[in-house]
């Protein structure tokens, strides 16, 4: 994380705090040092202050960062007071430490009642210690009075705010790792929506290219069988209408492959498109097929016109498996700001409200994709019916 990351998220702010916090252990022994050499105080005075420099520097401030184990917090606070207490038996301006280490008891020992309990022990073993050696006089006691309230004052204005500090930033580091949780979570939803809807789209694709394909392939085959002892002129028909067909379904394979969509599109208009696929299903069967395109011709967004193509493909396939109609019409219906696409037929026709396959449940959802409303017609032995719009 670099500097602005840390200023934007908090961490700034308190990296400065406990540096403030940590040159002020650092002023304090200092300043217990110079009181010794003032005070002429033997040499195992400024031992202890090493100890509880090193304490502090090994297992204080990591707690006080919060990057270390509950236990630290405990282990430095138990050797600082210790420490002192030792100080202060020898010399009493010594205690002039609680000014400092008052305060990281409040901000180390949770729930509060534990550093007010520790803090009231160490002061008291401290006074006592103190007037030990001064003697038990009103001056002494009132001195003494003095300057615990004034330890205990600072302490607890600075161990409130240094307590609020680190509460917030723990608070804020558990809010951190949840979101990185949650954002985690997310992203693996968003990943496997996307794999789902990328498998949904290869299905319909395929559906409409390669099943579609594949079903005319067969149907021409089986014509041209069939005309092949009768009328060999047709056969061969057939069968260069089939080449024809697995030539350009091959292609469409290629594109889905390549996601360019579809090869129709990228030769020609729309218009001259759905013409081609319209044509080609009245050779195939052998019945009246027209397209007619009404309206100033609009050039709509390549998704619409792919789920307009598509739609047309879907539709007419369905006509050459199930509706056994003698005639299919196409219209391609063109206003200022949508596009009407109805495909009817005369076929045998179904019930509609019923189960639907996959063809007409994947062209309506394409159809929803661009926000485009589909509503199919159909009464048996009165054929079917598709409307399409889209607008823009």
């Not at 040092?33 to 090994?58: C, T």
């Not at 606070?77 to 301006?93: E, I, R, S």
């Not at 929506?193 to 394909?213: F, K, M, N, P």
């Not at 299919?328 to 200022?336: C, E, G, I, P, T």
């Amino acid at each position: 994380m670099t500097s602005a990351e840390k200023d934007a998220s908090g961490q700034g702010w308190l990296l400065r705090i406990l540096l403030g916090w940590h040159a002020s252990f650092a002023l304090m022994g200092v300043v217990l040092v110079v009181l010794a050499a003032f005070e002429r105080d033997p040499w195992y005075v400024y031992a202890v202050v090493a100890l509880i420099g090193v304490a502090y520097a090994v297992v204080g401030a990591p707690a006080l960062g919060g990057t270390a184990p509950a236990g630290y917090g405990w282990l430095f606070l138990a050797l600082a007071f210790a420490g002192t207490l030792g100080m202060v038996a020898v010399d009493g301006l010594m205690s002039i430490a609680l000014y400092v280490l008052l305060p990281a008891a409040f901000a180390l020992l949770q729930p509060i009642r534990i550093a007010v309990w520790a803090c009231l022990a160490v002061t008291l073993a401290s006074d006592v210690l103190i007037l030990g050696r001064r003697g038990w006089t009103p001056g002494a006691v009132s001195d003494v009075a003095v300057q615990t309230a004034t330890v205990w004052l600072f302490a607890l204005l600075v161990g409130f705010f240094v307590t609020q500090l680190l509460t917030e930033n723990r608070r804020r580091g558990e809010l951190i790792a949840e979101l990185e949780n949650v954002r985690g979570e997310l992203t693996e939803s968003y990943h496997e929506a996307g794999v789902q809807s990328e498998r949904y789209r290869l299905a319909q694709e395929i559906h409409d290219t390669v099943g579609q394909g594949l079903t005319s392939l067969l149907m021409l085959i089986r014509a041209a069988d069939a005309a092949i002892p009768t009328d060999p002129e047709r056969a061969h028909e057939r069968l260069a209408l089939a080449q024809k067909t697995a030539t350009e379904n091959l292609a469409e394979v290629r594109a889905v492959i390549s996601a360019s969509g579809p090869t129709g599109l990228t030769a020609s208009p729309l218009d001259v498109a759905i013409g081609k696929v319209v044509a080609r299903l009245g050779q195939e069967l052998g019945i009246e097929a027209s397209a007619e395109v009404l309206g100033e011709p609009q050039v709509p967004s390549t998704d619409v016109q792919v789920v307009l193509l598509r739609a047309v493909q879907e539709a007419l396939a369905n006509v050459r498996k199930h509706a056994h109609a003698s005639r299919v019409r196409v219209r391609v219906r063109y206003h200022a700001r949508s596009v009407q696409l109805e495909v009817a037929d005369n076929g045998r026709g179904f019930v509609t409200g019923g189960a639907s396959g996959f063809g007409l449940a994947g062209m309506r959802a394409r159809v929803e994709q661009v926000s485009g409303m589909m509503t199919v017609s159909s009464t048996p032995g009165s054929g079917t019916t598709i409307k399409i719009e889209v607008s823009w």
